[in-house]
Structures are given as C-alpha cells and as structure tokens.
C-alpha cells in the first residue's frame, strides 16, 4: 500500500490521496470523502513540504 499524507478533515484524521483526490477515514479505511477542488488545493498545500532557502 502506497503511503499516503494524514490530515484533518472535520476533525477526523484521514488519509490523503492526491491521485484520486480523496480522502478515506483512518479508523474507516473503506469509506472515501471526495474533495472539491479548493479542499484539494488546500490539503495539497498542507501536505507539501516547503523548503525555505537559507539566510545569508
């Protein structure tokens, strides 16, 4: 299984699938949330890591 991102979503923690847009509960791995696209755009931004370049 592929790793994937845990975020919160209402207050539950779900795995995030980029490919699929999705998200499926941990402790309820069959369900799955479909995400609109700003919901997508914000988990994406959440999970992606952001390298600050250093200070001179």
Known sequence: MKKMPKVVHKGEEC???KETRRLSPVGRPWESIALSEFQYAH???LTTPVF???KH
Do not use: I, Q
């Open 52 to 54: 600050f370049a250093p």
């Open 15 to 17: 795995f995030f699938d």
């Open 43 to 45: 988990y994406v931004a």
